[in-house]
């Protein structure tokens, strides 16, 4: 096995070349559709020694393990889940065999093909165990290093990576796959991607697959724009396309290597090829390339924080960005109440309306006594990131709490906090080592907090150099000063301010402040909070913890954006106040406005809730402000459609119950609030604000609530809109984009036969004529399944079987589905809804 530092020695000497296609290569060599790739090479070590051979006589210096499949997950497909490590041991076997001293091996880690939850039915833990007993075996057997590779969610990719650094020594690639858009199937941007991932500390951040190499360039140009780590890229030699019942890639080999050499200007350290891609293109690679060195890159490292499809930057040149701090059951009855109860509406209501108020990060604390902490952090955290897709502070003293947050958390999230002891440091800096989480140090310690800023700054020094023992960097620490009462502790408040200054200047390190501390036992506190929160930014403070409600607060954001010059040109702050009228506060129409550089809402926008309608949504989270009951039910229906925007699901059986209560004909409750919830799910999910998580959240909100209605409608007479019947075809084992259409058709009225995976011809049809469907929807991943899309439809048309065709596939497009006579194409999700609406005359 090659050291991490060796693997950088030579990525710093030259571009290193990776290997092409695997399956490619295999299918070529007679594996056939549907049969286990990993168990072909186990039973033709021949085959794959020829393989490996190829590319490194083109010039490779990595070749990867057919491993891409050897997780647990994907071959239990094949009834082989008890066989992972020496499936796996063989592999790295026959590639160390064939590749010698000089060459290096890399452990191929591909996806499990399921879906973390609350988008599907698999945790944390789970994937981390299957991915761990791969790459233990990989490494036990010889393995140079792990290539993770075509991951479309950065969660599995999360994952992953935390196994490999936790469980072996070996280097890490980590590729994910991106779409068109410049995000990956779950929303994961290029820069997102960076800052999630160089936390965790891996050797080089790539991408795979995806489209082509003219695809992957511009993401490729994002990440190098901000990270100096390594990037490795292995693009398709384009998208598949059918000739002569023959796949073919359209990317020649001289086509390929005048995209190495953009791909190497753009900053790529690591180029190979992915699916289509043969030793012959690996070759032309090699060949333009030889002996180059990488362009160097040298970038500022970023303070920085992400969720799955979002990011903050803190710091200078950047907007201003601060941490709501609401979701806090400290002196809230309600709120303690519903979370002892176990239920996180009221959480996630306060949530979303932080966000609505312009809050970049949002603090989480589930501090109510005589709770199961870990147990209930854990899920308002998957309660929290299911409604609002923003970074998180995890705010707890337990450190088990703060663990279970993390494994579920999909990003890089603040630990709010350790203090300056040493058994608290100990306990809680290899969390975030672990998980790629930044850390807040309390300026505290056994002897309390000290009275001078020279106190604290000793305590901040102290937590600084601990924090690099355990591998920490400078941009993963965030001191707390400590705001004391100016009530109680009047002369102190200047010695935060001056701790402030000597905390950046001295230890180059960012600064937190709880700025409502300051006010604590005074009148007027947002007086004293707004002021304060000025005095703090104007010495350096780079993240204060703030009520997003507080309007004074809401005029200092502004005032100081532009003050600093983190508001250029005033633009925002003019948007926000050219309706001034004197000192009356903010205009009533007031409204948060989004970073072009992060797409999250930076300042605070729209006027607090009014009092009234604060309790009334403490009391009832899905009551809408300003909308109170009436006769005619209108009120309630937007109150289910809004439940399933949300992806209430906790609260939309209750709705549903409550309008038939009132009266409320099932079929009118479907029609003019799960449906119309439902298409304005679709319609921000077109606009890419919503991402698949949201998607599938909603969705599944919505079949809560109809499986209720069902029954009722079925009583009266309302069937089904149509009978679908769903397959991916024989010998393709994918299934996830087919699931994710299986539910949205079915909560909009359709009834779903789902075949499952790897269905042959015959079978369709026989379920296609059993259940006299009205649509059969084919779902195809592989192009070596395409011909088999065409083999059922084929069938269909001999047997003059009245039923329409909707095909699909991320291999799939417009002329291949024409051509093999499908009725139409759906290119995901949301279109095969509109289509299948389309194709049975609904509007």
Known sequence: MVKAEDLASRLRDRVLIL?????????????????????????????????????????????????????????????????????????VRVAKKVAGTRRLVALDVGPTGRLLEPMGDVGFEQLYEAFREQMVAGEAAGADLISIETMTDIGELRAAVIAARENTSLPILAHLTFEPGERTMTGTDAVTAVIILEALGVTAIGANCSGGPG???????????????????????????????????????????????????????????????????????????????????????????????????????????????????????????????????????????????????????????????????????????????????????????????????????????????????????????????????????????????????????????????????????????????????????????RCLKMVQDELGLATVLGISNVSHGLPAREVLNSTYLAMAWANGLALPIINPFDRRIQEVVRATAVLLNRDPYAAHYIEEFKDWRGTSGPPATSRSWVCEKCNIPTLLGPSPPAVSEVKAQETDPSVLPGVAPDASGTNMRKRIKSAVIKGDKENISGL??????????????????????????????????????????????????????????????????????????EGDIHDIGKNIVSVLLENYGFRIVDLGKDVPAERIVAEVKKQRADIVGLSALMTTTMPRMAEVIHRLRTEEIPVRVMVGGAVLNQEYADRIGADVYARDAREAVVKAKNLLGFD
Do not use: W
């Open 19 to 91: 290997d092409g296609a695997m399956g490619t290569m295999l299918q070529e060599r007679g594996l056939r559709p549907g049969y286990c790739p990993e168990l072909f090479g186990l039973e033709h070590p021949e085959v794959l020694e020829d393989i490996h051979g190829a590319y490194l006589e083109a010039g490779a210096d990595i070749i990867q393990t057919n491993t891409f499949g050897g997780n647990r997950f994907k071959l239990a497909e094949y009834g082989l889940a008890d066989r992972v490590a020496d499936i796996n041991a063989a592999a």
């Open 215 to 497: 695809e992957l360039l511009p993401v490729i140009e994002r990440m190098a724009g901000v990270t100096s780590l390594f990037l490795s890229v292995e693009p398709n030699a384009g998208l598949p396309r059918l000739e002569g019942g023959c796949t073919v890639f359209p990317e020649t080999p001289e086509g390929m290597a005048a995209y190495a050499l953009k791909l190497r200007e753009a900053g790529a350290n690591i180029i190979g090829g992915c699916c289509g891609t043969t030793p012959a293109h690996i070759r032309a690679i090699a060949e333009i390339l030889k002996d180059m060195p990488p362009v160097r890159r040298t970038r500022p490292p970023l303070r920085a924080f992400a969720s799955r499809t979002r990011y903050v930057v803190v710091g200078e040149g950047n907007p201003l960005a601060f941490i709501g701090e609401r979701i806090n059951p400290t002196a809230r009855k309600k709120l303690a109440q519903e979370i002892k109860e176990g239920r996180m509406s009221m959480v996630v209501d306060e949530a979303r309306r932080q966000v609505q108020a312009g809050a970049p990060i949002l603090d989480v604390n589930m501090g109510v006594p005589g709770i199961d902490e870990p147990q209930t952090m854990k899920k308002a955290i998957l309660a929290v990131q299911a409604g609002v897709d923003v970074p998180v502070s995890i705010d707890s003293t337990n450190p088990v709490a703060i663990e279970e947050a993390l494994k579920v958390f999909v990003g890089r999230a603040l630990i709010n906090s350790t203090t300056g002891e040493r058994k608290t440091m100990e306990r809680i800096m290899p969390l975030a080592q672990k998980y790629g989480a930044a850390v807040l140090g309390l300026c505290l310690d056994e002897e309390g907090i000290p009275a001078t800023a020279a106190g604290r700054f000793k305590i901040a020094a102290r937590i600084r150099d601990t924090a690099r023992e355990y591998g920490l960097r400078n941009e993963d620490l965030f001191i707390d000063c400590l705001v004391q009462t100016a009530s109680a502790e009047q002369g102190q408040v200047m010695e935060t301010i």
């Open 656 to 729: 549903i119950q409550q309008a038939l209560q009132e009266g409320q004909a099932p079929l009118d409750i479907v029609n003019s609030a799960l449906i119309p919830g439902i298409e304005e799910v679709g319609e921000l999910y077109e606009r890419k604000q919503y991402f698949l998580p949201q998607l599938m959240l909603s969705a599944e909100t919505m079949k809560e609530g109809f499986g209720l209605l069902r029954p009722l409608l079925a009583r009266e007479g309302r069937g089904d809109k149509g009978v679908i019947v769903l397959a991916t075809v």
